[in-house]
C-alpha cells in the first residue's frame, strides 16, 4: 500500500488483520470497519473496546493506534480531509466531524444492517481507488466517503445501531501527556530523559507509559513518528531528503536514511521515485 499524502487528493482502501497497529498520527483522516476480533482501539487518548461491527474515524494528525491478543480483521480507509470537505461545502455534517473524539465519540457499534451497507461502500471505495484515473472519479469517491461519514454521525448523535454509546472512551491522561507531548516536540532532538523532565515525571515513568502503545519503547515510538513524517515530506513536498530529514528531527541524513531503509527497505530517494510512479 502506498500511504497517501495530504493535499493531493488521494484515498486507499485495503483489508488487514494485525493484532496491534503502534499508536501513531498521519495528516490523512482514517475510517476503519471492524469484522472481527477483540482488543481496544486508542483515538484522542480515549480506548474503545473492540467488537465486530464496530466503526472508527480517527481524524487528521489524531494519535490513534489499536491492541489486542489475537488477529483483528477490518478495512481501513485513509483519504484527505479536503476531498470530503469540498464535497460537504457549508452543510451542517462538516462541523459535526470537527467535534469527533471531543464531544462525540471516535467509535460507534453498527447492527447488522449499517455494517453490511459500511462493508458494501468500503468495497465501492476499494474498488474505485483500483480504477486507472477514472472520470468523475473524484466525486464519486468523495460521495461513497461521506456516505460512510453521514452513517457514523447518525449512530453517535442518536444512539441508534446495536450497543451504540455516546459514551467517550476511557481516558488515560498520563498516556495522553506524554503521547501529546512526544506528537509535538518529535521533529526536535528529544529523548525519555527530555521528555520526563518537561512532564515532572521519571524516566522510568515514561518507559512504563511506552508499554501501553503496542509494545514500542521510546526510540521506537519517536523513530516511527519521524519516519512517518518523512514519508509525507517527501510525498508532499519537492525539499531534499536531506532538509526532509532535518525537519523530521533526525540528527544527519545518515540516521535519517538508515532508518527509512530499516522501515521500508530503500533509501528516502528510491521511495520518493517509486511513489511518482504510482
Do not use: W
Not at 34 to 56: K, T
Not at 136 to 145: D, F, P, R
Request: proline content about 5%; charged content about 20%; overall charge negative.
Amino acid at each position: 500500500m502506498v500511504r497517501p499524502a495530504a493535499g493531493d487528493g488521494r484515498v486507499c482502501a485495503y483489508d488487514t488483520a494485525v493484532t496491534v497497529v503502534p499508536i501513531h498520527f498521519h495528516a490523512m483522516a482514517e475510517l476503519t470497519l471492524i469484522h472481527e476480533g477483540e482488543g481496544s482501539v486508542r483515538i484522542a487518548g480515549r480506548q474503545y473496546p473492540v467488537a465486530a461491527g464496530l466503526l472508527a474515524f480517527a481524524p487528521p494528525n489524531v494519535l490513534h493506534g489499536h491492541f489486542g491478543e489475537q488477529p483483528v480483521r477490518k478495512t481501513v480507509c485513509m483519504f484527505d480531509m479536503a476531498l470530503v470537505e469540498r464535497a460537504l461545502g457549508g452543510d451542517p455534517v462538516r462541523g459535526h466531524l470537527n467535534t469527533i473524539g471531543n464531544t462525540l465519540p471516535a467509535v460507534v457499534r453498527l447492527d447488522s444492517e449499517d455494517a453490511s451497507t459500511v462493508g458494501t461502500l468500503f468495497d465501492e471505495i476499494r474498488d474505485e481507488c483500483d480504477r486507472p484515473t477514472p472520470l468523475g472519479g473524484g466525486v464519486l469517491m468523495a460521495a461513497l466517503i461521506v456516505q460512510v461519514l453521514v452513517t457514523f454521525l447518525r449512530r453517535t448523535t442518536t444512539g441508534a445501531g446495536d450497543g451504540s454509546t455516546a459514551d467517550l472512551g476511557e481516558p488515560d491522561d498520563e498516556l495522553t501527556r506524554v503521547l501529546s507531548y512526544v506528537q509535538e516536540h518529535f521533529t526536535r532532538p528529544i529523548n525519555r530523559a527530555t521528555v520526563a523532565r518537561a512532564l515532572g515525571m521519571r524516566p522510568e515513568s515514561v518507559s512504563r507509559v511506552f508499554s501501553q502503545t503496542g509494545g514500542e519503547n521510546f526510540s521506537a515510538f519517536l523513530q516511527h513518528l519521524r519516519v512517518g513524517h518523512a514519508v509525507e515530506l517527501l510525498q508532499g513536498t519537492k525539499l531534499s531528503a536531506t532538509d526532509i530529514g532535518r525537519l523530521s528531527g533526525f540528527e544527519s541524513y545518515r540516521t535519517f536514511a538508515r532508518a527509512f531503509r530499516a522501515a521500508f527497505a530503500m533509501s528516502p530517494g528510491a521511495y520518493r521515485d517509486q511513489f511518482s510512479q504510482d
